[in-house]
Nanobody
Framework: QVQLVESGGGLVQPGGSLRLSCAAS????????MSWYRQTPGKDRELVAH????????NYADSVKGRFTISRDNAKNTVNLQMNSLTPEDTAVYYC???????????WGQGTQVTVSS
Protein backbone atom coordinates (compact mmCIF):
# COMPACT_ATOMS: atom_id res chain seq x y z
CA GLN A 1 0.00 0.00 0.00
CA VAL A 2 1.45 3.30 -1.11
CA GLN A 3 1.64 5.98 1.54
CA LEU A 4 3.03 9.48 1.65
CA VAL A 5 2.69 11.02 5.08
CA GLU A 6 3.56 14.67 5.55
CA SER A 7 4.44 16.21 8.89
CA GLY A 8 5.95 19.37 10.32
CA GLY A 9 3.31 21.91 9.40
CA GLY A 10 1.94 24.44 11.84
CA LEU A 11 1.71 28.08 12.78
CA VAL A 12 4.82 30.23 12.54
CA GLN A 13 5.49 33.95 12.70
CA PRO A 14 6.71 35.88 9.67
CA GLY A 15 10.45 35.45 9.30
CA GLY A 16 10.37 32.09 11.01
CA SER A 17 11.24 28.62 9.77
CA LEU A 18 9.58 25.25 9.43
CA ARG A 19 10.80 21.89 8.24
CA LEU A 20 8.33 19.65 6.47
CA SER A 21 8.92 15.94 6.13
CA CYS A 22 7.29 13.32 3.95
CA ALA A 23 7.66 9.65 4.81
CA ALA A 24 7.13 7.29 1.89
CA SER A 25 6.27 3.61 1.87
CA UNK A 26 4.86 0.99 -0.46
CA UNK A 27 6.99 1.80 -3.51
CA UNK A 28 10.67 1.97 -4.51
CA UNK A 29 11.37 5.46 -3.27
CA UNK A 30 14.77 5.93 -4.88
CA UNK A 31 13.25 5.52 -8.35
CA UNK A 32 10.79 8.37 -7.90
CA UNK A 33 11.19 12.09 -8.39
CA MET A 34 9.83 13.90 -5.36
CA SER A 35 8.16 17.27 -5.16
CA TRP A 36 6.44 19.61 -2.77
CA TYR A 37 3.36 21.47 -3.93
CA ARG A 38 1.15 23.94 -2.15
CA GLN A 39 -2.41 25.09 -2.52
CA THR A 40 -4.53 27.90 -1.15
CA PRO A 41 -8.34 28.10 -1.36
CA GLY A 42 -9.56 28.97 -4.82
CA LYS A 43 -6.18 28.54 -6.46
CA ASP A 44 -4.52 25.75 -8.39
CA ARG A 45 -1.95 23.57 -6.72
CA GLU A 46 1.49 25.00 -7.50
CA LEU A 47 4.89 23.36 -7.61
CA VAL A 48 7.18 24.63 -4.87
CA ALA A 49 10.26 22.41 -5.13
CA HIS A 50 11.37 19.31 -6.98
CA UNK A 51 14.21 16.82 -6.60
CA UNK A 52 15.06 14.19 -9.17
CA UNK A 53 15.40 10.50 -8.52
CA UNK A 54 18.78 9.73 -10.04
CA UNK A 55 21.07 12.66 -9.28
CA UNK A 56 19.09 14.58 -6.72
CA UNK A 57 19.00 17.69 -8.88
CA UNK A 58 16.69 20.36 -7.54
CA ASN A 59 14.58 23.20 -8.83
CA TYR A 60 12.33 25.71 -7.14
CA ALA A 61 9.51 28.10 -7.80
CA ASP A 62 10.83 31.63 -8.17
CA SER A 63 8.83 32.71 -5.14
CA VAL A 64 10.78 30.40 -2.81
CA LYS A 65 14.28 30.40 -4.32
CA GLY A 66 16.91 31.17 -1.73
CA ARG A 67 14.48 30.51 1.13
CA PHE A 68 13.39 26.87 0.71
CA THR A 69 15.56 23.79 0.37
CA ILE A 70 14.36 20.36 -0.70
CA SER A 71 16.34 17.25 0.18
CA ARG A 72 15.87 13.50 0.14
CA ASP A 73 17.19 10.55 2.09
CA ASN A 74 16.85 7.39 0.02
CA ALA A 75 17.95 5.25 2.96
CA LYS A 76 15.08 6.53 5.09
CA ASN A 77 12.54 7.01 2.27
CA THR A 78 11.97 10.60 3.22
CA VAL A 79 11.90 13.96 1.50
CA ASN A 80 12.17 17.19 3.42
CA LEU A 81 11.44 20.83 2.77
CA GLN A 82 13.32 23.35 4.87
CA MET A 83 11.47 26.64 4.76
CA ASN A 84 13.16 29.80 6.00
CA SER A 85 12.22 33.47 6.04
CA LEU A 86 8.57 32.58 5.82
CA THR A 87 6.02 35.19 4.82
CA PRO A 88 2.22 35.21 5.02
CA GLU A 89 2.20 34.47 1.29
CA ASP A 90 3.65 31.05 2.10
CA THR A 91 0.48 30.11 3.96
CA ALA A 92 -1.01 27.08 2.25
CA VAL A 93 -1.59 23.36 2.48
CA TYR A 94 1.64 21.68 1.43
CA TYR A 95 1.52 18.34 -0.40
CA CYS A 96 4.19 15.75 -1.04
CA UNK A 97 4.21 14.12 -4.48
CA UNK A 98 6.06 11.12 -5.84
CA UNK A 99 6.29 10.61 -9.59
CA UNK A 100 7.89 7.81 -11.53
CA UNK A 101 9.82 9.48 -14.38
CA UNK A 102 8.56 8.93 -17.93
CA UNK A 103 5.29 7.45 -16.67
CA UNK A 104 1.94 8.69 -15.43
CA UNK A 105 2.45 7.04 -12.05
CA UNK A 106 2.03 9.67 -9.37
CA UNK A 107 1.18 9.57 -5.68
CA TRP A 108 0.06 12.30 -3.31
CA GLY A 109 0.13 12.77 0.41
CA GLN A 110 -2.79 14.10 2.40
CA GLY A 111 -1.25 17.53 2.93
CA THR A 112 -0.07 19.54 5.92
CA GLN A 113 -1.18 23.05 6.78
CA VAL A 114 1.39 25.82 7.04
CA THR A 115 0.17 29.13 8.42
CA VAL A 116 2.45 32.16 8.61
CA SER A 117 0.92 34.84 10.78
CA SER A 118 1.76 37.16 13.63
Amino acid sequence: QVQLVESGGGLVQPGGSLRLSCAASGFTFRNYAMSWYRQTPGKDRELVAHITSTYGSTNYADSVKGRFTISRDNAKNTVNLQMNSLTPEDTAVYYCNARLPSTSVSYWGQGTQVTVSS
